[in-house]
């Protein structure tokens, strides 16, 4: 059974920085797309950044020069670094990857830690 581990989140004081972490583990083939989403209270989840296999990752104009998102395919990891961090990236940050186990690719979601901080 595929298993993706987030750690980081807490509070983070306006201006500073903050690095998120996600681990896949379990049974699988091959892992595809890693990405990086975040959703507000009564809101839909928007996409922060997204790292394919290979090439350069992804971001939304909205996020540029505001977070990095790296991985390590021999760790089977992606990561989250956020500068700067403002009142409004206040939220709960998933992530998403897609694996393929047993069956075909499917996506799977990690449990989303809180990124709290003053408003």
């Known amino acids: 059974q595929v298993q993706l581990v987030e750690s980081g989140g807490g509070l983070v004081q306006p201006g500073g920085s903050l690095k998120l972490s996600c681990a896949a583990s379990?049974?699988?083939?091959?892992?595809?797309?890693m990405r990086w989403y975040r959703q507000f209270p009564g809101r839909q989840r928007e996409l922060v950044a997204s790292?394919?296999?290979?090439?350069?990752?992804y971001y939304p104009d909205s996020k540029k020069g505001r977070v990095i998102i790296s991985r390590k395919n021999d760790k089977n990891t992606v990561s989250l670094q956020m500068i700067d961090r403002k009142p409004e990236d206040a939220a709960v940050y998933y992530c998403?990857?897609?694996?393929?186990?047993?069956?075909?690719?499917?996506?799977?979601w990690g449990q989303g830690p809180k990124v709290t901080g003053p408003s």
């Open positions: 998403n990857v897609d694996i393929k186990g047993s069956e075909n690719a499917r996506s799977y």
């Open positions: 379990g049974s699988f083939s091959s892992i595809y797309t």
């Open positions: 790292h394919g296999y290979v090439g350069p990752p």
